[in-house]
């Protein structure tokens, strides 16, 4: 199938209902409101450039795997992929799951294609790809796209999510470890939630604000000694200390007053008072 750049046609489209209408439209505020119906009479619009069909249509017929390949041959000859093409995607069920989740896991595929099988996946509510998610937290390091789009995805799977995540976290890397631990700890009943996020906040002092944020949303009261202990160190950053401050209120404690220079982000200053 020839690959057509539908976002070029859409352009076109545009441009001639703007022009039948340039009495009518009072400014661009006006013109983005009306653009989803704009593009969905597009979408319906039979049009010369596909013998007739209509860009909603292009795609039917084409199963899960081919449709897939031909969103890489997209992305390898730099044509946008067509929307047409993702929402036939999302409509075709568990061909296009099998074959996204394939993609996803494939390592020496464009990051481009495995970002938009994640999103697809996500919008499917696939579960297929649950293991392979988790996986990528265990191991991540701190700057990786991909596994933050997975991490959004856990997070939508919910329960499903929480048992395999808390199962990896022993082996996890720290960077893994808070990944997850950002959707665990919504989940105050697990124990070895808890236990986790405790050890990770105690050994990494440079994550504190964010670890802190977690502990006051996790709810266990067990945490206040450590986190008003860390409130009370000396060189203490303020953005550090709001957090932990924050927490510890959640928590139903009484944080530490401190003072801090005029401009407190520039570095830890003052004592207490």
């Known amino acids: 199938m020839r690959l057509i750049d539908f976002d070029s046609h859409f352009r076109d489209y545009l441009h001639a209902w703007l022009e039948e209408r340039q009495d009518e439209l ?16 597009f979408l319906r619009t039979p049009a010369d450039w596909l013998e ?24 390898a000859e730099d044509v946008p992929v067509p929307d047409a093409l993702l929402m036939r995607l999302e409509d075709e069920g ?17 990051e481009e294609a495995r970002m938009l099988s994640v999103r697809l996946l996500r919008d499917m509510g696939s579960m ?5 998610y988790v996986q990528w937290q265990a191991r991540r390091e701190d700057r990786d796209d991909l596994a933050d789009a997975a991490l959004a995805s856990l997070e939508e799977m919910g329960e499903d999510a929480v048992l395999p995540m808390i199962a990896a976290l022993e ?3 720290d960077a893994g470890r808070e990944a997850m631990l950002s959707i665990l700890s919504h989940y105050p009943r697990h ?22 944020a ?16 860390r409130a009370l160190e000396e060189g203490l950053r303020y953005h ?7 927490a510890i209120e959640a928590l139903g404690g009484d944080a530490p007053e401190r003072e801090f220079g005029a401009d407190p982000d520039d570095a830890a200053l003052g004592g207490l008072e």
């Open 191 to 212: 124990p070895e939630v808890y236990d986790s996020l405790i050890r990770l906040f105690e050994s990494s002092p440079p994550r504190q604000a964010v670890l802190a």
């Open 52 to 75: 007739g069909r209509t860009p909603a249509s292009w795609f039917e017929g084409i199963g899960g795997a081919q449709l897939v390949a031909l969103m890489l041959a997209y992305i």
């Open 26 to 41: 009072m400014d661009i505020e006006q013109v983005e409101a009306l653009m989803p119906g704009i593009y969905e009479g």
């Open 240 to 246: 550090d200390y709001i957090e932990l401050r924050s």
């Open 94 to 110: 568990a061909s296009a799951q099998r074959a996204l989740v394939a993609l996803v896991g494939d390592e020496s595929a464009p």
């Open 214 to 229: 977690f502990l006051g949303r996790l709810g266990d009261e067990r945490a206040l000694p450590a986190l008003t202990e």
């Open 171 to 173: 082996e996890a890397t």
């Open 128 to 132: 297929e790809p649950l293991p392979l």
